[in-house]
């Protein structure tokens, strides 16, 4: 096993019409030894291109990968001890299981009794039948597929799994399967891996740490539950968290004693949110009195009540989603559009007019230009 | 993948043995012939290498024999329009169903027509006439093969003159255009004689009369006057050995790939047969016809060497001496390759001519 | 009801129409069986057929009608066609299949501009080769030998432009997968590569043997004997000295057609995928 370092790593690649568009800008993070990290971001945010220069299927244009403590810049794939998960899975379609799960060992002139002794217990440990690894790939389900992908990885026994959005083809109940056994396999297997997708569920259930990324910059590295309540910016906020975090745009006013954050204006006609400040919120934001800036609230954070530990405020209802165990109900201030996740069953009418509260305890500021937090550090 | 300079050793590997080759065979001919148009290059002992720039080529446009042989290429190219048409023809009635709907039905005509068949075929032979009782027996080995397997069946059987197309099947044709005996006469005077048609069959190869030969023509294109002759029967021939071939079953492909909605949008709107395939299968098939059209041309021009040198010697009187042959003559039989290359090069900017005219024309018309 | 009769209507005119069209072949093997009284007459079906007709052409037996054994050496001819067809066959498709990998698999600089220039070539009429070409042998000595008619077909940029567009229907992802695996290029085009593309091989080598067995310009003006000639070749000969004796050159045509149909109907599915995925890509 193997700690992964990037230092400063920068991917480009040429344009058609002269110059070049930077996919990855130069980004530094850790990857400690055993650990299983996700990179998740949108599509384009640069994490499958740096997967793939760890992995060494790209060219790197700048900075440095570290695979233990070698720079692994120049070394091909087969020298960097790396075994991968293909999105596709790309098993060889004309071989049969078995021979896809060997055909690395084979490569490396392995001792057949070695080979057949690893692949058999690979085989063992993803539940793959005798059976099985006579088939052909085509003859196989998604998730069978999938998991002989992972025998291919396993057997190589190496320093570092590389996962490149390998659940994307499967239908969402073997999604969860798979998952759970993914990160099973991780415990048994105690190596290191780093793990690639958009989806952010996946993130959250699987990862020890998560990097999220956004157009080629990492913009926070953390273990799921810091990247849930102490967010670094609105990226990561609204990114984390289904449904994402309403984000409010206003302003702060001093009523008084109390720090106020007032709704920005909008053409609705419906009432300006109004939430005063805790205490030690307000210390740390007063200087942005007048300055535009976001509050964030989780929908789980807003409840409908007209009672209880929180602000009252009132809004109209858009739309009411029952999902069965709670309701999701999505209201119309004065300029935004917000969601509320209430318990349990209620039904409610356009327009109708309902009384919530929030625990401004959870809230979260954010600057209005630069987007980042000015709360994180409270959330201890 | 990475790209980059240290991939060239590993490529070259890889590419060596068909990169020497093709240097070798392919590159430095085109170079060779290029240079040797510009000389008097000639395997004739007697005849020494010198340059004589344009030399050849303005012997060649002073050469009337040149607009001869030109004229008859271009002429044995007016088959090609047809053999697509019908192939594009052949594969609109393939692509429908062929299939009998109910079981027992097809069955049912199977037995029938073997019965048929074999009663059909047994009276004929022992009446004597034993060419239809063939024709009866073969007419009922396709039928029973086209009502087991349908369309593909037929399909397979109409390439086989394009599959077999050489040397033996264009000596099987001057056999059967022989005038006197050559089955296509025989069937002709049959008819002429049912039809109380008082006419001679035609000449076929051995005649210099052609469909346009009632232009007025300069005297040394040697031009017979109206009727059946040598160009015609070549024109048959190809469009024998093409019409079922590869253009076939790239319009078949090319059908299998319009959706069927277009066409239940135009039966909605009440439209025919002919206007649904006027109006969506041969736009659709753009793109189809307008390769076919290239390749075709590309070839065309080319061709009619093989049927030349099997079944004419270039004659009657030249009248099959298209470009190509021109060519083997001057390079092969009088040794005159530089004049030889300059025809072949002059070809190929012909080629290449109506190749762009094609493309620029084709183009516009698929978009 | 009105439908399955408009249906077998359609089916006796296809009938029709495909009898016309194989007639020639029909007539072609009656004529073959008739004794050169026969010859003649237009018919389909000889009186009294003479199976040996195919012995003499064999030189298995003297003549019928000349009493004399021929003076052409058909068996041979054929065993050149079959025999030179194969190896330019199996030469085109190694060092197709090679060069398309390194054309479709391998990253170089100035890769695609090298594979419009084999494109470009295969726009020159092979006409325009043919002079030069025979140059080159006369100076290589290989005029009139086995390897001048095999050497100058085997290396077809038609070939590797078939194989490529063939490998290009792969997905890279075999590739990445077989290089963490520890794949050489080398073993990832034989494990890999190659048993993916067979459908496209086999389609080349029915293309390529059947175009080289009925490849009549290079034979005729690289062989000067006999024993040399390729069976297009033959015939010409065949039809020169022999022209006379229809039933004789019918019966050498049919012989000299009866492997490209029975080639045919044994591969009949995988070559018209590989001219509908040749073709149709464009």
New interface residues.
Partial sequence: MAQVRLEKLVKTYPKDSGGVVTIVKGIDLTIEDHEFLVMVGPSGCGKSTTLRMI?????VNGGEIYIGDRVVNEV???DRD???V?Q?Y?????MTVYRNMA??LE??KMPKAEIDKRVREAATILGLSDEMLERKPKALSGGQRQRVALG?AIV?NPKVFLFDEPLSNLDAKMRVQMRTEIVRLHARLNSTMIYVTHDQVEAMTMGDRIAVMKDGYIQQVADPLTLYSRPANMFVAGFIGSPPMNLIEGTLEARGDVLTFIEKAGTTGNPRITLPLEANMAAVVKSYVGKKIFLGIRPEDIEESDAGTGVLFKAKVDVSEPMGAETLIYLKSASHTLVARAKGHRIHTPDEEIQLVIDMKSAHIFDGETEESLTADLKA | ??S?RKNIGIALLFLAPNLLGFMLFTLVPVLLSLGGSFTTWSLRPSVPLEFVGFGNYISLFKDKNFYFFLYNTVYLMLGIPISIAGSLALAVVLNQKFEFKKKNTQVRNELFLAMLIAGASMTLWIAGSRNLALVAFTLGIVALLGFRFGSISYRTMLYLPFFTAGAGTVLLWSQLFNPNFGLINEVIRGIFAVLHINAEAPGWLTSTKSLLGFLPLPSHFNNGGFGLGAREAIMFMGIWGAIGGNNMLLYLAGLSSISPELYEAADIDGASNWQRFRHITVPQLAPTTFFIVVVSTIGGLQGGFEQARLMTEGGPAGITTTLSYYIYTQGFERLDLGYGCAVAWVLFLMILGITLVNWKYGKAEVD | MKREVQLFFKHCGMIVFVVAMILPFLWMAGTSFKPHSEVERASLVPDSPQPQNYAVVLKKAPDAFTGKFLDLDFGRWYLNSVLIAGWVTALQVMTSCMAAYAFSRINWPGRDKVFLLYLGTMMIPGLVLMLPNYQIMVSLHLVNTYSGLILPAAFSAFGTFLMRQFMGGI?K??D????????THL?LFL??IL??VRPGMVSLVILSFMGNYQSFFWPLVMVKDDYLRTIPVGLLSFSGQYGQQTELLMAATLMSVAPLIILFIVMQKQLVEGIQLGGVKG
């Fill in positions: 992995a060494g299927l790209e060219e091909p794939p087969k790396i075994a991968m293909f596709n790309a098993l060889y379609p004309h055909f690395g490569l490396r291919r190589r | 993948m990475k980059s | 997905s992802s075999y990445e997968a077989a290089f963490i695996d520890g794949a073993q494990e890999v048993p993916l």
